[in-house]
């Protein structure tokens, strides 16, 4: 029954991760996830069911699109196999234990993070819709907890994921204030305030510094890294969004374990 759960699991991975694609080339341009349906890029023939089968068709297709004949990138199918695999650790955490709201809890902002992970990587900005979309989880994730604790937060105390908001964000946005009236300039983009502010709400306070200490940590060492190859081709504008993705990742496997040491 175990095996049947996560095969359950890989499988709607790979549907979602198939409704990311569509993000990720959409949102940076601004263009509906909805309209125009999905179309070769290459003759415009609308996709029918058949073609869009995650990984499958793909497969099926031999890589090739069924009406030119052209070559379809793997990027599609990848991200596909990459979402279904970010999602099985998360019902390894959360839903093996029966912690079903936390899983997909967990693996809907991680979907929305995914988004964000390559859309700021390449084009260095985290799109509105995306904050919005993690906000009325996190909203609804509270007015949960208000009710029923959740173990996501620890205590279960109803003010903790708004602590957890407050706190994840405030030292983005008290060093971006400073950093405004000393220098003129943002020391971090608000995408990334208002993004850290969602998932302070999704994983409480104590958790929340954790991701605002990991994502610090991973920009360091990212920053260096790049100073050192000297492969830095974006002046220093650097995708904080795309650490604060992983460092959430991170957080939501051992978050838990990581408090316990303190």
Not at 1 to 27: D, E, P
Request: hydrophobic content about 50%; some cysteine.
């Amino acid at each position: 029954m175990t095996v049947y759960y996560y095969i359950l699991v890989f499988t709607y991975g790979l549907i979602i991760g198939s409704f990311l694609n569509v993000c990720i080339c959409r949102m940076p341009l601004g263009e509906s996830v909805v309209k125009p349906p999905s179309h070769c890029p290459n003759c415009g023939t609308r996709l029918t069911v058949l073609d869009l089968v995650p990984l499958f068709s793909y497969l099926f297709l031999r890589g090739k699109c069924r009406y030119c004949k052209a070559k379809i990138s793997i990027k599609y199918p990848l991200m596909e196999v990459l979402t279904a695999l970010i999602y099985l650790p998360l019902f390894y955490k959360y839903g093996q234990n029966g912690q079903y709201i936390e899983f997909f809890a967990a693996a809907y902002l991680v979907s929305i993070l995914i988004v964000v992970f390559f859309v700021d990587l390449k084009h260095r900005k985290i799109p509105n819709s995306l904050v919005i979309s993690g906000l009325v989880g996190s909203i609804a994730l509270i007015a949960y907890n208000f009710f029923k604790p959740l173990d996501i937060y620890g205590d279960g105390n109803w003010w903790n994921p708004i602590l957890g908001i407050i706190m994840a964000s405030g030292f983005l946005l008290i060093v971006s204030l400073i950093s405004m009236g000393l220098s003129k300039k943002e020391a971090f983009g608000f995408g990334d305030i208002k993004l850290l502010a969602v998932i302070g709400g999704y994983v409480g306070w104590k958790m929340g510094l954790i991701v605002l200490c990991a994502s610090l940590v991973i920009s360091a060492v990212a920053v260096l890294s790049t100073a050192v190859l000297k492969k830095d081709n974006n002046k220093g504008n650097i995708p904080f969004g795309s650490f604060i993705a992983i460092a959430t990742y991170i957080t939501f496997l051992f978050g838990g374990e990581i408090i316990k040491l303190f």
